[in-house]
């Protein structure tokens, strides 16, 4: 049992290790934010426990080194917790990016975004109109549709060019029209109607070439930033399911590593048996 401190040293050290990517996570989550989406209000869990995380295993690894039972209590306690959090954030976040995806355009590589498909939550938060001012405010400020520009030769490309491009769903959903409008393409964010065409998509009337507008106002953009949300967090969620098995093993272990160190300040010799130890020495003569 006493090898249970050295594995639990170990896997703290590991643990220690793994809370790194975590933490950065939520701080590429963050940075993202603030180029595209400025979805602020789903890093910050990560970023508090990968700290957590780190702090934890840091105790972890004390307690088992140094072999200090109260050290092994505080960690044992404070990790439960810890991993109950990150079992809830991972639910969660799974939860709220559930629904929804990108539509196939014919002849286009892009995809089309449409609010309606998602739901729950995160569609209300994002759609939320007071909200959804700071959100589009900053995808302004991020300038990401002036970047869409493309010259081949010097020469703007062309409408061809521009369909077989994989747009990203920021880039799809807010700085250009949605593809059932039926307006016509002039470059990648100048797009016209003609008279006589058929507005069968609400956001067709909000589509706007003039560059401060665009379709910033459109469900389509509002769709596109739960598509970018929804393929952030599950990169991210992938790292925190491997972190949560190693932290679950690390605990089991971490168990039987406290309950060696409580023998070794009781006395109690690793290979004797509590029932041993508290007969009379009169009975093993």
Same mark, same amino acid.
């Given at each position: ?11 703290? $050290? ?7 990517? /975590? ?27 990968? =700290? ?9 690894? @004390? ?6 039972? $109260? ?8 990790? !439960? $917790? ?5 079992? =809830?954030?991972?639910?969660? @976040?799974? @939860? ?28 209300? *938060?994002?759609?939320?109109? &007071?909200?959804?001012?700071?959100? &589009?405010?900053?995808?302004?400020? &991020? *300038?990401?549709? *002036?970047? #869409?520009?493309?010259? =081949? ?7 061809? #060019? !521009? ?19 039926? !307006? ?12 006589? #065409? ?10 706007? +070439? ?9 469900? &389509? ?17 992938? /790292? ?11 605990? =089991?272990?971490?168990?039987?590593? $406290?309950?060696?160190? *409580? ?6 010799? +690793? ?9 009379? +020495?009169?009975?093993?003569?």
């Amino acid at each position: 049992m006493r090898t249970s401190n050295h594995l639990i040293g170990l896997l703290n $050290f590991l643990t220690f290790v793994l809370s790194i990517p /975590i933490l950065a996570g939520g701080i590429w989550l963050s940075t993202q934010a603030n180029s595209t989406e400025c979805l602020r209000f789903l890093q910050w869990p990560l970023i508090i426990i990968g =700290v957590a995380i780190m702090v934890v295993s840091l105790a972890g690894f @004390a307690g088992a080194c140094y072999r200090n039972t $109260f050290l092994m209590w505080l960690y044992l306690f404070v990790m !439960f $917790f810890v991993i109950v959090a990150l079992i =809830v954030f991972i639910v969660f @976040a799974y @939860a709220v990016t559930d629904k929804g995806s990108g539509r196939t355009v014919p002849s286009r590589a892009y995809l089309d975004y449409y609010l309606q498909d998602y739901s729950g939550w995160l569609k209300d *938060r994002v759609a939320e109109e &007071s909200y959804w001012g700071k959100i &589009s405010s900053c995808i302004r400020d &991020s *300038r990401v549709c *002036r970047k #869409m520009g493309r010259t =081949v030769g010097g020469v703007p490309e062309t409408v061809e #060019m !521009f369909n077989l491009r994989k747009l990203s769903p920021i880039e799809s959903g807010c700085c250009k029209p949605p593809t059932d409008c039926g !307006f016509v393409y002039q470059n990648e964010t100048v797009w016209t109607g003609f008279e006589g #065409m058929v507005l069968v998509n609400p956001d067709c009337t909000k589509w706007n +070439s003039d560059q401060t507008l665009l379709c910033y106002d459109c469900n &389509s953009c509002k769709a596109g930033v739960l598509a970018s949300l929804k393929r952030s967090w599950r990169k991210v969620s992938v /790292i925190n399911i491997v972190v949560l098995i190693i932290l679950v093993i690390a605990y =089991v272990i971490g168990i039987a590593a $406290f309950r060696n160190n *409580r023998r070794i300040d009781n006395e109690e010799p +690793s290979g004797e048996a509590r029932m041993e130890k508290a007969r009379p +020495s009169w009975i093993h003569s």
